[in-house]
Structure formats: structure tokens, C-alpha cells
């Protein structure tokens, strides 16, 4: 048997739920009742996020009466972290007892109907890593975290789409509500051109840099999933558009968008704990 991670015994309450917040919309942990704050820096083994926009903090509290714990910044695969590294608090998360993860990032826009400022619920993803052949689960299984060959076909949860979906009616932000697919690139470096062409051409409504091996661990250890990206920008697919992808303005976006999402989740929260029988 695994140690439980060690906050595990410095905790009464063992929360259900992770959530891991993308840049600049790390505000919903601020928001939790109760809360106990753990810097990564204090967290044995716990890497260290380096990223603009991202602070370093493991916080436990409540949400809508929810026990919940929130990554304040995270590790992506562009600081130069191993893939491996970047999923390891998902592993963290499922020894601690937690069942849903939700995440928020941020993503440049490839559906011509999305404006900058809507929020997509994730309905499936393309990995290029994956593709590529860089999955989080390459190399030996180990049996206690999950099975040799997951089956990635069910990722999404429909009942949390669907509860979600229900959250933003009754909030009243359906005009900027949108449901898609979304892409994750390696990054540093915003796409060109013509490999926004290619991404759209497959199918992907919202491209990012981070989010896909923390999912992929997530379903292979059993944890339910919900994401949803802020479309930060309109990706360039034109030749005689002379804007550019921009991170300060990105994460500008971020901000204007971290108010709704932190009502949003908190709906959400608040219905899945009204689930008697629990997705
Ligand atoms: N591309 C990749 N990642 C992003 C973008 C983008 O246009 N916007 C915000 N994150």
C-alpha cells in the first residue's frame, strides 16, 4: 500500500473534489470557506511552478459546501517539468480520496462562431503528445493507480457537462457558453499559421498548453472529469490579420472571465453534492 500523501493526516476532512486553476483564475481557492493553505515549497516532492500568472498553493477548504481542494498554479510541460511531473499531484489527488477534477485553463480560439471571452466546456480532446507518442502513462503500469490500457472514449462526464450547462442557464451566461473540442500543444510558442489551419481542419475548437496529461492521469486512476477553457484570443488563421497572440492580454482575459467561472464552479459544486447518487 502507498503512504497517503502527508497532508492526508493533517487534515479532519478529505475532500471529493480537485480543482486546478489556470492562469489568473486562480481566485476561486481565495473564495473557500475554512481554508488551509499549503505551499508546493513545504509539499515533499511537489515541483514548483514557474510560470507567469501561476502562485504555489495547495488549498483545502469548502466550496458551496463542497470539501474541495484547489491548485493555486500548476506545472506545465513548457517550464521544462517531465511529463510525469506535471500529473504527479493527480496522483496526489486520488491517494487523498478525491473523485472529481475539475480545471480551468486558458486557449486561443480556432471556432470561427467563438468571440474572445466565452468559456468552453471540454467535450473531448485531441493530444497531439499523445499522438506523438508522449502519454503521462508511458512505461511500466503500476496496477495500484489503474489499469494497463484505459479507456478514454467516456473522459468526458456527461452528467457534469450536463450539470454544468445548468449552472451557466441559471447564471445567466449561456450568450458565452460554448461546448468543444480542445487541443494541447507543448508550447512555449503560440501556433503558426498554417498549424492553426491543420488544428482546425481536425476538428479542435480551443487550443492550449497545458491540461491533457493531468487528464489522462486522472481517467486512468478513476477520478471524473470537467474543464473548461477561456477563449483568451482568437488564434491567427489568416495572412492579412496582423495580430498577435499576446500572454499579457491573455491573461487579461483571464480576469475579466475568473468572476463567472468562480460562480460557475461553485454552482456546479453545489449540484453534484445535491446528487444523492453522485455522477
Ligand atoms: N495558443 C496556445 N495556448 C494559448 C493560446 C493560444 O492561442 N491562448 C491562450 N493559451
Known amino acids: ?43 515533499p516532492h511537489f515541483p ?18 463542497q470539501l474541495c481542494v484547489c491548485r493555486q498554479g500548476r506545472f506545465h510541460y513548457y517550464e521544462g517539468y517531465s511529463i510525469s511531473t506535471v500529473t504527479f499531484p493527480i496522483r496526489v489527488f486520488f491517494l487523498l480520496g478525491v473523485e472529481i477534477l475539475i ?17 468552453m466546456f471540454i467535450r473531448d480532446y485531441i493530444s497531439i503528445f499523445g499522438l506523438g507518442g508522449q502519454n503521462p502513462l508511458h512505461g511500466p503500469n503500476d496496477e495500484r493507480f489503474g489499469v ?30 460554448q461546448e468543444g473540442i480542445y487541443c494541447q500543444l507543448a508550447g512555449p510558442s503560440y501556433e503558426t499559421i498554417a498549424e492553426c489551419r491543420v488544428l482546425q481542419a481536425l476538428g479542435v475548437d480551443a487550443v492550449g498548453m497545458s491540461t491533457l496529461p493531468e487528464v489522462i492521469v486522472a481517467r486512468h486512476c478513476g477520478l471524473q472529469f470537467f474543464g473548461i477553457s477561456v477563449t483568451t484570443n482568437r488564434v491567427v488563421m ?10 499579457k492580454k491573455a491573461l487579461h482575459i483571464s480576469v475579466v472571465r475568473a468572476e463567472a467561472l468562480q460562480k460557475l464552479v461553485t454552482r456546479l459544486l453545489g449540484k453534484v453534492g445535491e446528487n444523492t447518487n453522485p455522477l
Do not use: W
Open 1 to 43: 500500500m502507498y503512504h497517503e500523501p502527508f497532508f492526508y493526516y493533517r487534515m479532519k476532512t478529505h475532500p471529493k473534489t480537485a480543482i486546478i486553476c489556470g492562469s489568473r483564475l486562480g481566485g476561486l481557492a481565495d473564495v473557500l470557506d475554512n481554508k488551509t493553505v499549503f505551499l508546493y515549497e513545504d509539499i
Open 238 to 247: 489568416s495572412y492579412d490579420n496582423h495580430e498577435k497572440a499576446n500572454h
Open 48 to 65: 514548483q511552478s514557474t510560470a507567469p500568472g501561476h502562485l504555489g498553493r495547495l488549498v483545502f477548504g469548502e466550496l458551496n459546501g
Open 103 to 119: 480545471v480551468t485553463n486558458a486557449a486561443g480560439g480556432l471556432n470561427p462562431h467563438f468571440q474572445v471571452g466565452d468559456i
Open 148 to 177: 494497463r490500457f484505459p479507456c478514454m472514449s467516456d473522459t468526458y462526464e456527461q452528467d457534469l457537462l450536463g450539470l454544468a450547462m445548468e449552472s451557466a442557464q441559471e447564471l445567466g451566461i449561456v450568450s458565452f457558453t
